[in-house]
């Protein structure tokens, strides 16, 4: 292997460092080391979607790589490097600012990738459902404790930042599944569209997260959407007051919330 190459694929500073602030702040979190747990939380919540993003990002690439464009190597799309990515506003910038606003994991831009180089409607397929499947895989690594039922002794605050975790990487998977213009689930069908359709939907593309963010302030659409994220957390054995705690710890600016001990609300 060549030194451009490995130039090209071998991980990212930037994002080994995201890692070891992920690692010290899970320690944080759990041996309650800081003065200001919520800042902690913060901490852990902020790196571990960063974390996410890079992976979902790189899972893309990878998958375009094995389809057969060669080209996501020389853009360091599989150094995992953030600073990497075309759009790194949509990727990385607007989607850690709804984080810290406490609210969804908010869907970001995708890698760059030729899809001409790509032949087969099954691989470009497959090459938009990568990212937010690797989100899906996180969701059910980082709910493991949960559904497993190996809660015991893990300390309040970290199951916590655990549910509202949980909580972001499920919002991520299923908003970037939407079939709509610009997300990664109208890139699953868009290969086996007919020419003219996809033409007449191409200008839509770029506004397609700003539609699916406005539904979301319909009051009727945001519950049934977190009526359903509601479910498969709980299916994943994680509740609402999980999820509720961790983020109340997240907005660790709002000062340090007064939560009652867990066993006195029956979980």
């Given at each position: 292997?060549?030194?451009?190459?490995?130039?090209?694929?071998?991980?990212?500073?930037?994002?080994l460092?995201?890692?070891?602030?992920?690692?010290?702040?899970?320690?944080?979190?759990?041996?309650?080391?800081?003065?200001?747990?919520?800042?902690?939380?913060?901490?852990?919540?902020?790196?571990?979607?960063?974390?996410?993003?890079?992976?979902?990002?790189?899972?893309?690439?990878?998958?375009?790589?094995?389809?057969?464009?060669?080209?996501?190597g020389?853009?360091?799309?599989?150094?995992?490097?953030?600073?990497?990515?075309?759009?790194?506003?949509?990727?990385?910038?607007?989607?850690?600012?709804?984080?810290?606003?406490?609210?969804?994991?908010?869907?970001?831009?995708?890698?760059?990738?030729?899809?001409?180089?790509?032949?087969?409607?099954?691989?470009?397929?497959?090459?938009?459902?990568?990212?937010?499947?690797?989100?899906?895989?996180?969701?059910?690594?980082?709910?493991?404790?949960?559904?497993?039922?190996?809660?015991?002794?893990v300390?309040?605050?970290?199951?916590?930042?655990?549910?509202?975790?949980?909580?972001?990487?499920?919002?991520?998977?299923?908003?970037?599944?939407?079939?709509?213009?610009?997300?990664?689930?109208?890139?699953?069908?868009?290969?086996?569209?007919?020419?003219?359709?996809r033409?007449?939907?191409?200008?839509?593309?770029?506004?397609?997260?700003?539609?699916?963010?406005?539904?979301?302030?319909?009051?009727e659409?945001?519950?049934?959407?977190?009526?359903?994220?509601?479910?498969?957390?709980?299916?994943?054995?994680?509740?609402?007051?999980?999820?509720?705690?961790?983020?109340?710890?997240?907005?660790?600016?709002?000062?340090?919330?007064?939560?009652?001990?867990?066993?006195?609300?029956?979980?």
């Open positions: 292997m060549s030194a451009a190459t490995r130039g090209e694929r071998g991980v990212s500073p930037v994002f460092a995201l890692v070891a602030i992920m690692a010290v702040s899970i320690w944080a979190v759990w041996t309650d080391f800081s003065a200001s747990p919520g800042f902690a939380v913060f901490l852990f919540i902020v790196s571990g979607w960063l974390v996410s993003l890079c992976l979902h990002e790189y899972a893309h690439a990878r998958t375009a790589l094995h389809g057969g464009d060669i080209s996501v020389a853009r360091g799309y599989l150094t995992l490097d953030p600073l990497k990515y075309t759009h790194a506003m949509l990727s990385i910038v607007l989607p850690l600012i709804f984080v810290i606003m406490g609210g969804i994991g908010l869907p970001g831009g995708a890698v760059f990738i030729e899809r001409h180089r790509i032949r087969s409607r099954w691989k470009q397929s497959l090459v938009s459902a990568a990212g937010p499947l690797t989100n899906a895989v996180f969701a059910v690594i980082v709910t493991a404790p949960f559904w497993l039922g190996a809660m015991d002794g300390p309040d605050t970290f199951r916590y930042a655990l549910g509202f975790m949980a909580l972001l990487q499920v919002t991520a998977a299923i908003l970037n599944f939407l079939p709509v213009p610009g997300l990664d689930g109208y890139g699953v069908i868009e290969p086996w569209l007919s020419y003219g359709i033409r007449q939907v191409e200008p839509f593309a770029p506004f397609g997260l700003l539609a699916v963010f406005g539904f979301l302030w319909i009051p659409v945001n519950s049934a959407f977190f009526d359903m994220i509601d479910a498969v957390l709980r299916g994943l054995g994680v509740t609402e007051w999980d999820t509720f705690w961790g983020r109340e710890l997240f907005r660790f600016w709002q000062g340090t919330p007064d939560i009652p001990p867990l066993h006195t609300v029956g979980f």
